[in-house]
């Protein structure tokens, strides 16, 4: 009858994502009528007594050096094991890129339906009904699922996070793992000290207008006010101006955060494809004319390379005052 | 080597959508269908791989006889055959029984797929195809070399990348960086000619279980009109950041 939530970590430390996570489980448990339980997989430097903040009372934290590296399979052997353990038979996974890898093996593996992509907590439990984005943002629809296991995967940054004050109680698992299909992690490479991009809530965007990579120093101190990750549109991280990774859009990466500020990007379809679904968007161009003021919330007109650094300026005043 | 390249067939990126009138279904009027953009990626890499080492290349869709000019144009781009089999594809899980009925049957020793289609953006099909076939898989695939049956990969992972090696066979859920945009292969005339005679296999759909149900579509909420703020009164815009949108 249980919820259980995948708590995502990353060398001993939760990911931001798994908090959300945690809360739109307690969420979906409370409209059932039942407990959240979170499972973490790995050795931990964080204490998952934390968890509790987000309404989930109880954690099994399963360590062991098989976590160390991420295993799409090992990891969906490891929920399932956890998932007959304590009866549950709903599961919550944040769409991150590793949650993306589980979710579907996770299914098959439970004879589970799944529903991804979700953009809000469910709105009937039955039969599992659960809004979700379809054709990249430009549409919504509900999907539900009547098989007696149900996995949901949802957009990072959909439901947000509020903090309460419990702890949740921490108890060790162990699970068992069959045999899965080899595969081997050889090398990681992963930013360090910056907010990742698909779990930020405020988002710094540059485009072709920034005219060159030497440029984006300006993007990176704004980003810095804000405590915000940041992105480009397609052609900056085609030309090898701005890593992959950081190229939102249709064919780049969804991304929902609270604020999205666009510098230098025209606004094409494909680009606010991966962006609309954006709580607030900031457009700075130098063209009235640019098809993004008509999806922004507020718009500047004028030279980026005088606008941004003034309004860096601005914010650093903001924040001293405030 | 076989290798089987799994297309979704979809609208235009630059398509307007729409839902009809009872807002029970996507409205297909006037909507140009094309072969999934991350499928591309990965249809061009299936004929490097042919190209430099021999075997085959081999295109499926699940789906109903209108996907067959999105099949022949994968033909006319430098597949070898083509397999729809007859069906609609309305929930992810039956997709990838299907598909994973004809990978058993052939012994393909490597099926690319994409990393999600950009109509449902579900990023179910392919992980369930290797966990029903019990092979190696990687999501978020930028990177796939050969050497015999080792395969290296690179998948993206939140603010980052990874290397991995695994043994074919094995699936993937590709995207740009399997090759790049400017190698990606276009028909050209020789190739639409040759696409005409090319096999395309009609099956009739295996039994499968549909998991989910699709309910009512909506638009996402228009947004208000957007406020213009004087590039010399910036101080303005964090005012209303902070007070208006609460976001700062
Ligand atoms: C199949 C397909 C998929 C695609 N997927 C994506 C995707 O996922 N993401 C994506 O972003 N694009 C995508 N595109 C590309 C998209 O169509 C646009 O070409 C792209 O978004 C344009 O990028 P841009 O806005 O940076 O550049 P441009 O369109 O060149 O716009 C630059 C903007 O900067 C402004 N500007 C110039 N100088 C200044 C200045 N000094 N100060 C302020 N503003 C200035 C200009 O007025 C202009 O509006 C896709 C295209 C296709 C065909
Ligand atoms: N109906 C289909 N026929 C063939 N391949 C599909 C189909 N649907 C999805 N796929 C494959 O699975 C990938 C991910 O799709 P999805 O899981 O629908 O987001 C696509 O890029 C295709 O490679």
């Known amino acids: 009858m249980s919820v259980l939530v995948y708590i995502e970590s990353w060398e001993g430390k939760f990911k931001k994502n798994s908090f959300e996570a945690a809360q739109y489980a307690a969420k979906t448990a409370a409209a059932i009528g039942t407990e959240a339980i979170g499972v ?44 007959e353990q304590q009866g549950s038979d709903t599961i919550i996974i944040s769409g991150t890129w590793n949650g993306k890898a589980v979710a579907p093996v996770l299914a098959v593996a439970m004879d589970a339906g799944l529903i991804t992509n979700a953009v809000e907590v469910p709105s009937s439990t039955s039969p ?97 006010v804000l405590d915000a990750a940041t992105a480009c549109s397609k052609p900056v991280s085609d030309m090898g101006w701005r890593p992959h990774t950081e190229h939102v859009g249709q064919t780049g990466i969804a991304i929902n955060p609270n604020l999205y500020v666009a510098v230098g990007i025209s606004g094409a379809i494909q680009h606010l494809a991966g962006v609309s679904s954006s709580k607030t968007i900031v457009v700075i161009n130098n063209d009235a004319e640019a098809p993004f003021f008509k999806a922004a919330d507020y718009g500047v007109v004028g030279d980026a390379f005088e606008v941004v650094p003034k309004l860096t300026e601005a914010l650093r005043n903001f924040k001293e005052n405030n | 080597m076989k290798v089987l390249v799994c297309i979704s067939h979809v609208p235009d990126t630059t398509s307007k959508i729409n839902f009809t009138s009872d807002n029970k279904e996507f409205d297909k009027n006037g909507v140009q269908f094309v072969i999934n953009p991350y499928d591309e990626f990965g249809l061009t890499r299936a004929i490097w791989i042919k190209e430099k080492q021999g075997g ?122 399997l090759v790049e945009e400017k190698d990606l292969r276009i028909p050209n005339m020789r190739g639409i000619m040759s696409a005409r005679t090319k096999p395309l296999n009609v099956k009739d759909a295996t039994n499968g279980d549909h998991r989910t149900s699709v309910g009512n579509y909506e638009k996402p909420a228009p947004k208000s009109a957007v406020k213009m703020i004087d590039a010399d009164n910036i101080e303005e815009l964090v005012n209303l950041l902070h007070s208006e949108a609460k976001v700062i």
Not at chain 1, 131 to 152: A, D, Q
């Open chain 1, 40 to 83: 973490t997989l790995g050795d931990l430097q964080d204490d998952a007594s934390v968890i509790g903040k987000y309404g989930v009372k109880k954690v099994i934290s399963v360590k062991g050096s098989e976590f160390k590296s991420f295993d799409n399979y090992k990891v969906a052997e490891a929920l399932k094991s956890v998932a």
């Open chain 1, 128 to 224: 599992l009904t659960v809004k979700r984005s379809v054709f990249s943002s430009k549409g919504l629809v509900e999907y539900s699922t009547e098989t007696p296991k149900r996995i949901i995967a949802f957009i990072p940054n959909s439901i947000g996070v509020s903090e309460g004050e419990s702890q949740a109680e921490v108890a060790e698992g162990s699970v068992s793992i069959g045999d899965v299909p080899a595969m081997e992690v050889t090398e990681t490479d992963r930013v360090k000290g910056k907010i990742l991009l698909p779990e930020a809530e405020r988002v710094v965007s540059g485009g072709r207008g920034m005219k060159g990579p030497d440029n984006w120093g300006m993007l990176e101190e704004l980003a810095d």
């Open chain 2, 56 to 177: 085959t290349v081999t295109v499926l869709n699940v789906g109903k006889a209108e996907t067959e000019p999105t099949l022949r144009k994968a033909l006319a781009i430098g597949a070898d055959d083509a397999i729809r089999i007859d069906a609609e594809p309305t929930d992810a899980f039956y997709v990838a029984q299907q598909i994973a009925a004809v990978v058993k049957e052939n012994n393909y020793d490597l099926v690319i797929a994409g990393r999600e289609s950009i109509d449902y953006n579900g990023g179910q099909v392919p992980g369930m195809l290797a966990a029903l076939l019990k092979w190696p898989f990687v999501n978020g695939c930028m990177g796939l070399e050969l050497d015999g049956n080792k395969a290296s990969l690179i998948r993206e992972i939140d603010g980052g990348k990874e290397k991995l090696s695994a043994s074919l066979p094995l699936v993937i859920g590709g995207q740009k960086g």
